[in-house]
């Protein structure tokens, strides 16, 4: 009688076990595969410029790798928090991904207080291409090289004046960079947008100017400008020939500009990894990179870790730049 109830007992035990390892097992098995429904960038920059038009490019593509519809949601204004904020306090599941940028670095630097965490709330996830910045003069300038114009600006001493567009932004910081790492006395010339500064520096204004590489670039094709450098790790794909900064004797000056996307903080891991695998996927087509060289942008992706170190290095670069540069915070 003992003998049958224990056997009893022991297939009770066992069928209880096991139900209870299949219900264990089911939800996993009926989570749903990602991405389940359309995705959406949302992008801190109207329709149009170099960071919406990255964005759509790239989304196009994802859009046929997904076999889901990726929408482009355009959020200008307020140094991009709105934008940001959205994303960082939205579903984090991974079917809304933020358009980062050296912008958001520059942001999150800038004003004292943010709704997020420019960190801790987003993690990034994949770089999709990096765009020069340029160190520009007249073609009738008398400074041939870099090394020229530093070396007149240190013997003449708040002599050189340097255009840029608004205070705060990527260009102006470039600017200030450009001062401290070379070394020199000089103004810098604040402009309304890049038509207004390209006018200035044309009309001889202002000696130099710092900008973004795609506004000038017909400009300098065209011969009424000339490039004394790029401020990236690398040449130009565009203007091979001319050097970049610390080629050209600047040590340490590199500020390029950069896109990347961004998922919220708390977002899977596994859908983290599969939208930095269609990413890389998607910078690497030829077609996509052909596109975006027709920006000026060089195609490049990266792991989430590279990325939030990139976003990490940013931060810390132009918190110093605004620090010294006495910038007051927004």
Avoid: C
Wanted: proline share 7%; charged share 20%.
């Amino acid at each position: 009688m003992t003998t049958f109830l224990n056997l009893r007992r022991r297939a009770v035990l066992g069928a209880t076990l096991a139900t209870a390892a299949l219900g264990l097992s089911l939800p996993a098995a009926a989570q749903p595969a990602f991405p389940s429904k359309g995705l959406r960038i949302v992008v801190p920059f109207g329709p149009g410029g170099v960071g919406d038009l990255t964005a759509r490019i790239v989304a196009e593509k994802l859009a046929s790798q997904l076999g889901q519809t990726v929408v482009i949601d355009n959020r200008p204004g307020a140094g991009g928090v709105v934008a940001a904020e959205s994303v960082a306090r939205g579903e984090p599941d991974g079917h809304t991904m933020f358009l980062m940028s050296n912008g958001t670095a520059v942001t999150a630097s800038l004003f004292q207080k943010l709704p997020f965490d420019t960190v801790k709330d987003f993690t990034p996830v994949s770089t999709l291409g990096y765009f020069d910045i340029a160190v520009v003069v007249p073609a009738n300038s008398p400074h041939k090289t870099l090394g020229e114009l530093v070396a007149f600006a240190k013997a003449n001493p708040g002599k050189i004046n340097i255009g840029s567009i608004n205070i705060g932004s990527t260009q102006h910081l470039a600017a200030e960079l450009f001062k401290s790492t070379a070394g020199i006395d000089a103004q810098i010339v604040p402009y309304n947008g890049s038509p207004a500064l390209i006018g200035a520096i044309r009309g001889q204004q202002v000696d130099v100017a710092v900008e973004i590489l795609a506004p000038v670039l017909t400009q300098i094709q065209g011969g009424a400008l000339r490039a004394l450098a790029v401020t990236g790790e690398k040449r130009s794909i565009v203007l091979p020939d001319v050097p970049t900064a610390v080629e050209a004797g600047v040590k340490d000056y590199i500020a390029s500009s950069w896109n990347a996307l961004a998922v919220p903080s708390k977002t899977p891991r596994a859908a983290v990894e599969r939208l930095q695998r269609e990413i890389a996927t998607a910078v690497a087509d030829p077609a996509v990179r052909e596109k975006l060289r027709g920006l000026n942008i060089d195609a490049r992706s990266s792991t989430p870790e590279q990325t939030a170190a990139l976003l990490a290095s940013d931060i810390r670069r132009w918190s110093g730049v605004i620090e010294r540069a006495k910038i007051p915070k927004q």
